[in-house]
C-alpha cells in the first residue's frame, strides 16, 4: 500500500540528496548510488548535476531502488524536491507514480509469490489533490499491465472483455457494451471478422462511453486488442512470436484510460472502443489475396494477413464516426515493426494530418511524462495502400518503405476526414518482459479538463 502523510510511519526512509551537499564521508558519491546509515536509519540517494530530464533521472534511479527493496519504508519526497526546486510537480509525479508503478504486484503463476512493502511518502506541502488524482491514473495503468501479462492462453478475447466489462461496471457513470459475433457479424465488421476467422474463440468488441459534459466535442479512442498474433498463415518466425501476447495493449490501453476519467468525473465526452480477436491459423482462417468488405463499405485485398491490426483498427474507426458519432479520433495499436527500428523502446510514434489535434495530444504525453515522436502521414504513403488491382485498398504494402507511415495511411482513410491522430505503441507498450501500460497518463491528461 501507498499512502501519502507529513510524518515517518516507519523506520527506514530514503531521502535524496544532491552530492554537493553529501557531509557523511561513508555516503556513496557515485550518482544515483544508494548508501544506507544504520545508525540514522536513513538510505541516501545521491544526485550529481541533473542536465536533462528531472522526471526521467529520478524515475529511473527510485525504479531501481524500488525493484529490490523488502522493507517497509517511508520516502522523504520533500528531500527530492531539493534536486531541483523548480521542478517540483514533476518531481512529485516521477516519485509517486514510479512507486505505484513499481510496487504493484505483477501478475505472477509461480508457485511462492512476494507482497509487496508498504510505502509512505512524506510530504509537508499539501499535495493530496494531485495525489489522488495519480492514484487514480496509476490504477488503471497497473491494470492494463495486469491485462497485459496474463498469458494469451488464459487472456482469451471474451476473458479480456469480460474483466473489463467487470471493473468498468463498478465506476458510475459508464456505460459498458460488449458485443458478440453476432452482434458484429450485425454491424458487417467484416475485417474484425477476417482477422478471427481462424480461431475458435469468438471475437469481442467492448464500447466504453463515459459523459462528463455533453457540452464538449466527443472525443472517439479505437485500440487494437489482438489477444495472440501468430500472423496468420503469413505466418510469423518462431523467435517473433515471442511478446505476441502484448498485441492487445491498444485496446486495454483505450478502455483503461475511460474508466480512468470516469472514475476522476473529468468534464470531458469521450467513447472507447477495444476489437478483441487472436489471429490464427486454421480451417476457415483467411487465405492471402482475399478480398474483404470492411464496416463502412472498402473493399480492402489481404497481401498478408500478418498485418491484421490496421484491419480490426478500421472497423472500430468506422464504428466510431459512423455508430458513436465522434469530432476526432485517438487509435492506439502496436502496429508495426518499422517504429521499433526508427525510434525503439524509448519513443511512441505518433500520425496525424491534422497540426491541431497532434498539437493537443503533444502537451498531454508531455504533462504525462510519456516522450512521443512524430512522423510523416502523406498523401503518398495512402497511394502506395492503392495498390490493389481487385479492391480499394491493400492491408500492406508491396516493399519494406515507410512501413509505419504506410499503416497509418491505411486508418487515417478510414477517419473520414475526422480529426485523427495514430499511436503506435509497438516499441513502448511492454519492455520485453512486462506491460508497461504506455499512453493511459497521456490520454487521461488530454481529456482531464
Known amino acids: 500500500m501507498i499512502f501519502l502523510n507529513d510524518k515517518k510511519q516507519f523506520e527506514l526512509t530514503l531521502k535524496a540528496i544532491k552530492k554537493s551537499e553529501v557531509k557523511n564521508t561513508l555516503v556513496n558519491l557515485d550518482d544515483e548510488s544508494v548508501t544506507l546509515i544504520s545508525e540514522e536509519k536513513t538510505i541516501y540517494m545521491v544526485f550529481d548535476e541533473i542536465k536533462g530530464c528531472t522526471y526521467k533521472k529520478i524515475s529511473k534511479a527510485l525504479a531501481s531502488f524500488l525493484k529490490a527493496n523488502k522493507k517497509d519504508l517511508n520516502i522523504d519526497v520533500d528531500s527530492f524536491f531539493k534536486i531541483n526546486e523548480s521542478k517540483i510537480d514533476g518531481i512529485f509525479d516521477a516519485v509517486v507514480e514510479t512507486a505505484m508503478f513499481e510496487n504493484h504486484k505483477i501478475i505472477s503463476y509461480k508457485e511462492k509469490t512476494v507482497d509487496k512493502p508498504n510505502i509512505n511518502l512524506i510530504c ?214 518499422a517504429i521499433v527500428i526508427a525510434l525503439g523502446k524509448w519513443q511512441t510514434g505518433v500520425f496525424s494530418t491534422n497540426d491541431q489535434w497532434y498539437d493537443e495530444v503533444a502537451k498531454a504525453a508531455q504533462a504525462g511524462h510519456e516522450p512521443i515522436w512524430r512522423q510523416p502521414l502523406l498523401e503518398e504513403h495512402l497511394k502506395a495502400m492503392q495498390c490493389s488491382p481487385v479492391a480499394d485498398l491493400a492491408n500492406s504494402e508491396p516493399g519494406r518503405n515507410a512501413g509505419s507511415s504506410t499503416a497509418a495511411a491505411f486508418l487515417d482513410s478510414f477517419a473520414e476526414g475526422k480529426p485523427f491522430v495514430h499511436l503506435d505503441i509497438a516499441g513502448t507498450a511492454d519492455d520485453g518482459k512486462r506491460g508497461t501500460g504506455v499512453m493511459v497518463k497521456t490520454i487521461f491528461e488530454l481529456l482531464n479538463k
Do not use: C, W
Not at 454491424?187 to 477476417?194: D, F, I, Q, V, Y
Not at 498474433?229 to 515471442?242: H, R, V
Not at 484491419?311 to 515493426?337: M, P, Q
Open 124 to 337: 509537508k506541502a499539501d499535495k493530496s489533490a494531485r495525489f489522488n488524482e495519480t492514484a487514480i491514473k496509476m490504477e488503471f495503468v497497473n491494470f492494463t499491465r495486469d491485462l497485459q501479462d496474463t498469458p494469451p492462453n488464459i487472456a482469451t478475447s471474451v476473458t479480456i472483455a469480460d474483466k473489463i466489462a467487470t471493473k468498468a461496471k463498478e465506476i458510475k457513470g459508464l456505460k459498458v457494451t460488449v458485443l458478440n459475433k453476432k452482434q458484429i457479424e450485425d454491424l458487417k465488421m467484416g475485417l474484425l471478422l477476417s482477422v478471427n476467422a481462424g480461431s475458435y474463440v469468438e471475437p469481442r468488441v467492448v464500447v466504453l462511453e463515459y459523459i462528463g459534459d455533453p457540452k464538449k466535442e466527443k472525443i472517439g479512442l479505437v485500440g487494437k486488442g489482438i489477444t495472440f498474433d501468430s500472423g496468420g498463415y503469413s505466418l510469423k518466425p518462431s523467435n517473433f512470436m515471442e511478446g505476441m501476447k502484448f498485441d492487445m495493449s491498444g485496446a486495454t490501453i483505450m478502455l483503461s484510460s475511460v474508466m480512468a476519467l470516469a472514475k476522476a468525473q473529468a468534464k470531458t465526452n469521450v467513447m472507447a472502443i477495444g476489437l478483441f480477436t487472436d489471429n490464427r491459423i486454421g480451417g476457415h482462417a483467411t487465405l492471402v489475396e482475399s478480398v474483404i468488405t470492411s464496416m463502412n463499405g472498402k473493399t480492402v485485398e489481404i497481401t498478408n494477413t500478418d498485418a491484421e491490426g490496421r484491419l480490426v483498427l478500421a472497423d472500430g474507426i468506422t464504428y466510431a464516426v459512423r455508430e458513436a458519432k465522434v469530432d476526432k479520433i485517438i487509435d492506439a495499436a502496436t502496429l508495426t515493426g
